[in-house]
């Protein structure tokens, strides 16, 4: 019933429950009354025009009084106003039930609902056969929170939202809704009484930028037919299986020639087709989640449930995921927990408070990237976060998460001086929350979508990365291995007359390989901010370029670990990569840059094809030196296994001078066949090799006997073993 402090409060938009107003009420008088609030209404009727409703005096507020008999068998009845533009018609969104059941919001405050994206947003609805829009948004420092769109002029105050108490969600069914409005939430703070308009924290699908608005969407219509990827994923064991990784810039990928973004579902053909040519057996996005800013690369996120518009709707995302299936393509998606922007449209003080963040800057602003942090302490945070997650790879059939910049979730006093960061409530500068949330994020992975991984962008040296959360780790699949990464580019950028006295950044990696289940990227993050790309990281004339890139790649896809290469690297882009422009395609009209791409591709099918060089990627059982103290002729050599007693013999000769007579030992006798040179001539080398060796009798480096050799130049060979009868 109502209040006499309820129509001061509905009529100044501060109500936290308009419905107890609004709708049909019971008086004491057995009498109902219906009322509406109308902003602009002329004239108001209450389920035809034969029931005119009385204008509450200087108000916008709309009532009727009938007896029961009149009204008892319309539960939902229409309104129907005439205003400036016309009459118009809709049926009372304020005669409806609460739609959320208390069950959701209980899961939810306790941060255990992994579906939430089915709860919160905006959702296609039916209610006694009536169809519309459910909206949903959590606010809880709200005074009031209303739905705004097209639908009612973007005005607030038309479709306030009704609070679900100390969840802190509102929510509206609002009949007659269909997929494709355009909405936005407006807050009235609490805290401040400062109206906010904010998109849609769950929102499925943005307008294009610059543009925010929120889009209804409907049901999807794409029909999946990966299903025999999605099983066999069930019972992948990626662990002793290839992975190779090409991380791709959706929008600088390739562009149409008018210099427009191709859509998800002409890019699924033409990069599927590029990726299989290559031999890679997945494609890293960099984050396809909405995002306001193209500078941004997707690294700050506004919509972590949407596929930006910039290249289509989430259903030609779903048919981007799926053609890749279809052709044995993997998809993995970067995905960004570590934070958000500050744009005023988007989490940044939602409800008018440090709602998603920390109000301290000390703990919730990273102030080298200017944005904020997530409070991961609070249980609705972090369900929107495992949500966000779970939304990817269920509803999308997304087949990894590659976590961004875990690093700065790890440490309080991630890039920050002494007194700009608190510790936790030990002392230390660990994140405790952040590491919660990381342990419980691998986990819920690992346990709903067998065969997904998680990969950690993880640049320190956290301990158990990737081993299990029982045993003190974090639980994720593959740790990035920055260490090696950077020690390996460090090497191969010196002159080679100074490699003998850095010798060990080549060999030092392996003193820690098999700690944690690393890939060894060469990402994005290397071709930017005046880094180069990597042909501009090699040193000497063009032809040693061309060769020490050649043989930077033999010795990645030979060190145990996965792989990933970034988009450009491997036809050897010659610039720093422009997010705003596409590939140098045109480079592959020239010879060196053909020698790239087709040394990648072998690289990657002998990658694929040989157990030895990934199958114990992770076990020190796959590896082993023969010789890593040649550090005055630049030379290593060195030992790939598989479970099965299969080897490869992989040698290294770093320096521009060809190495004749060369002894190495061998572990098995009998012939010894050279299944790749990256100094073929097919590849832009000098083409010196050795073809096929039989070893002698003559023990050496440890090895039951060994071979001369002849070493290509700033190269590397891969030789396997024939048998005595070859």
């Not at 006499?4 to 709708?23: Q, Y």
């Not at 479970?643 to 572990?667: A, E, K, Q, S």
């Amino acid at each position: 019933m109502t209040t006499g402090s309820d129509l001061p409060r509905i009529l100044a938009f501060r109500h936290h429950d308009p419905f107890s107003v609004m709708g049909l009420h019971l008086l004491e008088t057995g009498r109902h009354v219906a009322r509406a609030l109308i902003p602009g209404a002329q004239k108001v009727w209450w389920q035809d025009t034969t029931r005119p409703m009385q204008r509450l005096p200087g108000t916008d507020l709309f009532q009727i009084e009938m007896t029961a008999e009149s009204c008892c068998d319309i539960r939902h009845p229409w309104i129907i106003w005439q205003d400036d533009d016309g009459l118009h018609q809709m049926i009372d969104p304020y005669t409806f039930d609460p739609q959320i059941p208390d069950f959701d919001l209980h899961l939810f405050a306790e941060g255990r609902h992994h579906h939430l994206y089915r709860v919160l947003g905006a959702h296609q609805h039916e209610v006694d056969g009536i169809r519309g829009t459910r909206f949903a948004t959590w606010a809880p420092n709200a005074e009031r929170v209303s739905v705004v769109g097209h639908f009612n002029r973007w005005d607030g105050r038309c479709f306030p939202m009704r609070s679900r108490g100390g969840s802190g969600v509102w929510e509206l069914f609002i009949p007659g809704i269909e997929p494709g409005e355009l909405y936005r939430f407006e807050i009235r703070s609490s805290a401040d009484g400062g109206i906010h308009l904010k998109t849609d924290p769950y929102g499925q699908h943005f307008e294009l930028r610059p543009d925010t608005a929120s889009i209804v969407t409907g049901s999807s219509v794409h029909h999946w037919q990966d299903e025999g990827w999605m099983q066999q994923r069930q019972g992948w064991d990626w662990q002793h299986a290839p992975v190779s990784v090409y991380e791709v810039h959706a929008g600088s990928w390739r562009l149409h020639e008018d210099g427009s973004y191709y859509n998800y579902r002409h890019m699924a053909h033409e990069l599927v087709e590029y990726v299989s040519s290559m031999g890679y057996t997945h494609i890293e996005l960099l984050p396809v989640a909405e995002h306001p800013l193209d500078a941004s690369w997707g690294y700050q996120t506004t919509g972590y449930f949407a596929p930006t518009s910039r290249f289509g709707t989430p259903d030609d995302f779903r048919y981007f995921v799926d053609y890749c299936h279809q052709h044995g393509i993997g998809v993995i998606l970067d995905w960004v927990p570590a934070h958000f922007p500050k744009d005023a449209h988007g989490l940044a003080r939602f409800d008018g408070t440090p709602l998603y963040e920390h109000e301290d800057p000390r703990l919730g602003e990273h102030r080298d990237w200017g944005t904020l942090i997530y409070n991961y302490g609070r249980n609705e945070v972090r369900n929107f976060l495992m949500a966000s997650a779970v939304f990817w790879l269920e509803e999308f059939h997304i087949d990894g998460l590659r976590v961004d910049a875990v690093a700065s979730m790890l440490y309080l006093d991630y890039s920050r001086e002494a007194g700009e960061w608190l510790p936790n409530r030990y002392g230390g500068n660990e994140n405790l929350e952040a590491i919660d949330f990381l342990r419980e994020l691998n986990a819920v992975v690992h346990q709903r979508f067998p065969g997904a991984v998680v990969m950690a962008e993880e640049s320190t040296a956290w301990p158990q990365v990737t081993r299990p959360g029982w045993s003190g780790g974090l639980g994720f699949s593959i740790k990035w291995n920055m260490g090696w990464m950077h020690d390996i580019l460090l090497y191969f950028s010196r002159d080679p007359v100074h490699r003998p006295f850095h010798h060990n950044q080549l060999t030092f990696s392996m003193l820690y390989a098999f700690t944690e289940n690393f890939i060894l990227p060469f990402s994005h993050d290397e071709v930017v901010h005046g880094k180069g790309h990597m042909l501009q990281k090699m040193p000497g004339d063009e032809w040693q370029r061309f060769a020490n890139l050649r043989a930077l790649y033999t010795f990645m896809f030979t060190h145990p670990g996965k792989k990933l290469l970034f988009m450009g690297s491997d036809m050897a882009q010659g610039t720093e990569w422009n997010h705003a422009g596409t590939l140098p395609w045109y480079l592959l009209d020239y010879p060196h840059h053909q020698g790239i791409q087709k040394l990648v591709a072998d690289l990657n099918r002998i990658y694929r094809d040989v157990p030895a060089l990934h199958a114990l990627d992770f076990d020190q059982a796959g590896f082993a030196w023969v010789d890593c103290q040649d550090a005055g002729q630049s030379v290593v050599s060195f030992l790939r296994k598989a479970d099965n007693g299969d080897c490869l013999l992989v040698i290294m000769n770093l320096t521009p001078v060809p190495r004749h007579r060369y002894r190495i030992g061998l572990p098995l006798p009998g012939q010894w066949k050279e299944i790749f040179n990256s100094d073929a001539t097919c590849y832009g080398g000098s083409n010196l090799g050795n073809a096929m060796l039989l070893a002698e009798d003559i023990p050496y480096m440890g090895q039951v006997c060994s071979a001369e050799f002849l070493l290509p130049p700033l190269a590397g060979i891969v030789l396997q073993p024939c048998g005595d009868d070859a």
